[in-house]
């Protein structure tokens, strides 16, 4: 398993923006496909975006689409998820998840597709 450590979370006002990181451990991060959850109070965990371990192909969920870009670094084991346009829906606790390989493709955008989970990090949006 790889160990994930995100960070860069905070209070935002809506419209504005972060941009929050996670850093893994270990040698292999280049192999995996890495993804971006959220969950807000009350509510299941969902898939907010995926990048396959080339960076070269993505996949968000709709209610992120044109707000949210996924990227990485595999020179720092690196992967990022910059957010604009912030709304107070966005608020939730944003984890990031990986430890899967898939050849070049992504996995199904559901949490069980994933084997390493970082311990998450607040995103709080005011309206």
């Known amino acids: 398993q790889v160990q994930l450590v995100e960070s860069g979370g905070g209070l935002v006002q809506a419209g504005g923006s972060l941009r929050l990181s996670c850093t893994a451990s270990?040698?292999?991060?280049?192999?995996?496909?890495m993804a971006w959850f959220r969950q807000a109070p009350g509510k299941e965990r969902e898939f907010v975006a995926a990048?396959?371990?080339?960076?070269?192909?993505?996949n968000y969920a709709e209610s992120v689409k044109g707000r949210f870009t996924i990227s990485r670094d595999n020179t720092k084991n690196t992967v990022y998820l910059q957010m604009n346009s912030l709304k107070p829906e966005d608020t939730a606790v944003y984890y990031c998840?990986?430890?899967?390989?898939?050849?070049?493709?992504?996995?199904?955008?559901?949490?069980?597709?994933?084997?390493?989970w970082g311990q998450g990090t607040q995103v709080t949006v005011s309206s």
């Open positions: 998840a990986g430890g899967v390989r898939v050849g070049g493709g992504l996995p199904p955008p559901i949490t069980t597709s994933f084997t390493s």
């Open positions: 270990g040698r292999s991060f280049n192999t995996y496909a």
């Open positions: 990048i396959n371990y080339t960076g070269g192909r993505t």
